[in-house]
């Protein structure tokens, strides 16, 4: 998918020039600790040890984190190699970050469902 077509890794891409957006393990980590992350975005092939990590600080420290994307799109639409974590540093990008997602979210219910609404209409019988 590129990036013309995926507007969260555009708004990411934009995130990271305006150096509101830390990426890697490390500093994705401290940005949760020190309350900065308004939102972690986690690559939906990173690792479920990274995976159970992130989302253990991210639940205790009250920061919501997504799984999206691939490492490699992810890294790619911020400039850099691969990277599992990123966390977003802007209130407001966080914010339509997530929107956009929801947006994405919606369109992919709307098109597998698209014969009218009787899928699985005997369901039970």
Do not use: W
């Amino acid at each position: 998918m590129s990036l013309k077509q995926n507007k969260v890794l555009s708004l990411l891409g934009l995130a990271m020039r305006g150096r509101n957006l830390v990426s890697g393990e490390f500093q994705t980590l401290e940005a949760v600790k020190k309350g900065t992350a308004h939102l972690v975005l986690l690559a939906e092939d990173a690792s479920e040890n990274t995976q159970k990590k992130f989302t253990d600080k991210c639940s205790y420290y009250g920061v919501p984190v997504c799984l999206y994307s691939t490492r490699d799109e992810l890294g790619r639409a911020i400039g850099k190699d691969m990277r599992s974590s990123l966390g977003v540093c802007d209130a407001g990008l966080a914010e339509a970050i997530v929107r956009q997602m929801d947006m994405e979210k919606l369109t992919k219910l709307e098109t597998s469902s698209g014969n009218g609404g009787k899928h699985g209409e005997n369901k039970g019988t």
